[in-house]
């Protein structure tokens, strides 16, 4: 023990090497076998003539060499009593500037504060306590033995130290790592703090703040004070009896210090605050399940949010932790059970630890038994609560006001991937602002992420513990009216948005919306179409899942409204899978109409897929059905879609009949907007055909005519069609200009309604025009994004394009080698 040590009574010395340690007097009791009530009275000075036996063994339990015990010993056997004070008169060795009072005598030659030897080795950073006589606590405990990824939160928490080392954080720095149970955010804590504790001389202090404990109710701010200040070298009987005065102690006894302080499973910001010291050379680490934004804004803390692992970082981890052998030998395995974890550390945890307590269990049949999603919480089981997946979620919804409990549950209902807010308020019947607290509620406790403004998500195994939940609160007809409500809401706000992108588009009609839903409603095409593309995953989830719960009025009428968006987007694979779960469902529930319109959105998918027999097929019996309802208006549809899987073909002759059909049926109705539209459609077709058989006036005057009634409806997809055809029609007469101003407005206007073959179309017949023009540059430009939407859509003209592009770069190639 030091010559400063040895001022310091021996019951001083043995609580600070303790606190040091970061154990209980019950921790110390149970690794030395020695009673608490000894401990106590030891630390006390209440025990004079205690056994050597007693006293070797709490040296030897708090992990110090043999001759500090030697060294207690003989301190007790001495009779040096004389560093305690009497009863009542606790030392005053700490003065008002708070350095301790250097001690004049020595006889402890042993132990430190950190529980090494005297001699700090080569190289070592001489421990302060030999120094100034003040303890160093090292309450860290051990890191965890393997540690994947976070390589982008340990460089914010490395950015954040930088600053505090060259004086720019001028207050304490703090950074709060939040994130949902079980994504690692104590082991992140804890593996950046073992790596730069060097760099805080002065000592680390840690405490667990049980803000969600399986066992115990969150840990009192004055209880951790006291425990702090007690490691720091301050008497018992100097601790003031309240938090604000231990607070205040606190902030003046680590003022002068360099202390790592990391505040472990912080419940809020309430039971934090106390436990800041003030000191600009100070780091404070925080982790908590809820959102510590407040923190942010009143003491300046960097939030630092933890998500699950990527699928690399986890495959690093179980790697790892299985070791390379049993990895090379059941990778696919591997791979599948870090996508059943979801990414979530505790998670991979889990099914290391029953991997590794069962060797002869093979990992397939342990993710077998994953992938059973009604046992996959089971499955991550390992008989510990604290390690117990679903216990520890719980922990959080545990904390969940009702209203938020009861969205919990609810969400565990919803298809996902996402949800809104407007939808939430549909799937619990509730009010805007009501959906909005509480996912915002959610989203603090880490129940949920905002990934992106205004959606939110949560990782699978929080969806089967929240659908565990539903199932086991909520009873079944409660959950089917959520769950219709859901859908509901999405088919009201597609068909809304289908009427901003496409008016005039015939379609069905659809019942007035649900009680409880909340219906979204659009102010422009932009707006509608992005919804939609949000949305998109959500359509297909949602349409599987009303296939799952035998919902078949929503599996057929969500796709038929969907039929334009996914058609006219290029979405055409989906649109495909879609409709023949329309055409299944209507005809389960004998809708004749809905039978024929999911035929004959299927007819039209396939055709842009290339497979045109089926495509005929299905729309031989659209057209079949139309007729014999009567609906003329879908009769005539059908011909035109008919046409243009001919004119995909290069049968114009044959899509020109069709068309022909279909601008008959629309003279019988001229007054009706439907039939107009068609007549406009028909029309832009037929010219089309007419450019490729080398009729351009004919092809001129019916594009002009249908640029007319589509500019009277205020139908823009159809207005930008037909400036395509125009266009194409002008640069066949050699007008290179006015093609390509009619190519430039059908971009523009494509654009708004989302049409990417379209696009990619005009893009190609405006490099024609530019390269026909000899404009080599623009011509390149245009094939170049063309392209990139063929090849996003997976179309077969990409290839085509190609071509063009190396015949450009082969004829720029050639004039730059000539002499």
């Known amino acids: 023990m030091s010559t400063a040590e040895a001022s310091v009574a021996p019951g001083i010395w043995l609580r600070q090497q303790r606190k040091a340690a970061g154990l209980t007097q019950e921790d110390l009791a149970e690794r030395s076998a020695v009673s608490v009530r000894t401990i106590a009275d030891l630390e006390r000075g209440r025990t004079r003539k205690p056994y050597p036996s007693s006293l070797r063994a709490l040296v030897r339990a708090l992990g110090l060499p043999d001759t500090a015990g030697d060294d207690l010993v003989a301190r007790y056997r001495i009779g040096q009593e004389e560093a305690e004070e009497p009863e009542g008169q606790p030392p005053d060795r700490h003065p008002r500037n708070g350095t301790r009072v250097p001690a004049q005598r020595s006889s402890f030659s042993g132990a430190l504060a950190d529980g090494h030897s005297g001699d700090p080795g080569p190289g070592s950073t001489p421990d302060p306590s030999l120094a100034t006589g003040e303890p160093v606590p090292r309450q860290l405990p051990m890191a965890v033995a393997h540690f994947a990824g976070r390589a982008r939160e340990l460089g914010e928490l490395d950015q954040q130290l930088a600053q505090l080392d060259c004086g720019r954080a001028g207050t304490v720095a703090i950074s709060a790592i939040g994130g949902t ?23 680390q202090l840690y405490a667990n703040l049980r803000g969600f404990d399986t066992a115990d109710k969150p840990a009192d701010p004055a209880d951790v004070l006291r425990g702090f200040l007690d490691a720091l070298g301050v008497h018992p009987a100097q601790l003031p009896a309240d938090l604000e005065g231990l607070a205040a102690l606190y902030r003046g006894r680590t003022a002068d210090r360099r202390l790592l302080v990391v505040l472990d499973n912080a419940s809020d910001v309430a039971q934090v605050r106390p436990l800041l010291p003030a000191s600009p050379r100070c780091l404070v680490l925080v982790t908590s399940r809820r959102e510590l934004s407040a923190l942010a804004a009143s003491e300046g803390a960097r939030l630092v949010g933890l998500d699950v692992l990527t699928e690399p970082e986890a495959l690093e981890l179980l790697s790892a932790r299985l070791g390379p052998e049993r990895t090379a030998r059941e990778r696919d395995a591997v791979g599948d059970l870090a996508r059943l974890c979801a990414g979530l550390p505790l998670a991979l945890s889990v099914v290391v630890a029953r991997a590794a307590a069962q060797p002869r269990l093979s990992l397939g049949a342990l993710s077998a038994e994953l992938a059973e999603v009604a046992g996959r919480l089971d499955a991550l089981d390992a008989g510990d609560p604290t390690v117990n997946v679903r216990t520890v ?74 659908y565990e939940q539903a199932l086991d609160t909520i009873p079944a007809a409660e959950r089917h009216a959520a769950l219709r409500r859901a859908l509901d809401h999405y088919l009201q706000s597609a068909y809304a948005a289908r009427v901003v992108l496409y008016p005039g588009h015939d379609t069905i009609r659809i019942d007035p919306p649900l009680p409880g839903v909340r219906a ?228 523009e206007l494509g654009s708004l309604s989302g049409n990417r073959l379209l696009l990619a179309n005009t893009l190609g017949h405006l490099a024609q025009t530019h390269q026909a023009a000899g404009d080599v540059a623009d011509a390149r430009a245009a094939w170049a994004g063309a392209l990139e939407v063929y090849d996003d859509l997976r179309h077969r003209d990409g290839a085509k394009v190609r071509a063009k592009i190396r015949e450009l770069d082969g004829l720029a190639a050639g004039t730059t080698r000539q002499p």
Request: proline share 3%; net charge negative; hydrophobic share 45%.
């Open 520 to 747: 979204e409603s659009f102010a422009s095409k932009r707006d509608a179409l992005a919804w939609l593309d949000a949305e998109y995953q959500v359509f297909i989830n949602g349409i599987d899942s009303a296939v799952a719960e035998n919902i078949d009025d929503f599996a057929w009428r969500f796709p038929v409204v969907l039929w334009t968006y996914y058609y006219v987007c290029g979405h055409w694979h989906d649109g495909v899978a879609t409709q023949r779960v329309a055409v299944e469902a209507a005809r389960r529930r004998g809708e004749r109409n809905g039978y024929a319109r999911a035929m004959r959105g299927l007819g039209s998918v396939l055709g842009q897929l290339g497979e045109y027999a089926e495509a005929h097929d299905w729309l031989a019996q659209a057209g079949q059905i139309f007729a014999e309802l009567g609906d003329r208006v879908g009769l005539a549809r059908t011909d035109l879609i008919l046409s243009q899987a001919f004119e995909y073909q290069g049968l114009y002759a044959d899509s020109l009949r069709a068309t022909d059909s279909a601008l008959r049926i629309a003279s019988t109705a001229a007054d009706d907007p439907d039939m107009q539209l068609v007549r406009a459609a028909a029309l832009n077709n037929s010219a089309w055909c007419r450019v490729q058989l080398g009729d351009l006036e004919q092809a001129r005057e019916a594009c002009l005519e249908a640029l007319a009634l589509c500019r009277s409806l205020g139908y823009t997809p159809g207005e930008a069609g037909t400036l395509d055809t125009l266009g194409c029609v002008y640069q066949h007469l050699g007008s290179y200009p006015e093609a390509v101003k009619c190519f430039t407005r059908a971009l």
């Open 181 to 203: 149970a079980g994504v690692g955010k104590t082991a992140l804590a804890l593996h950046w703090a073992h790596r730069v504790a060097p760099r805080f001389p002065d000592g």
């Open 393 to 466: 979620l719980s922990l959080s919804y545990q904390h969940l006001s009702e209203s938020s409990a009861l969205m919990f549950r609810l969400l565990g209902l919803h298809a996902g991937p996402d949800i809104t807010a407007p939808a939430a308020a549909s799937l619990a019947a509730v009010t805007l602002p009501a959906a909005r607290g509480a996912l915002r509620e959610l989203a603090r406790a880490s129940l949920t992420t905002e990934h992106v403004p205004g959606r939110y998500a949560f990782h699978d195994l929080l969806r089967s513990y929240s």
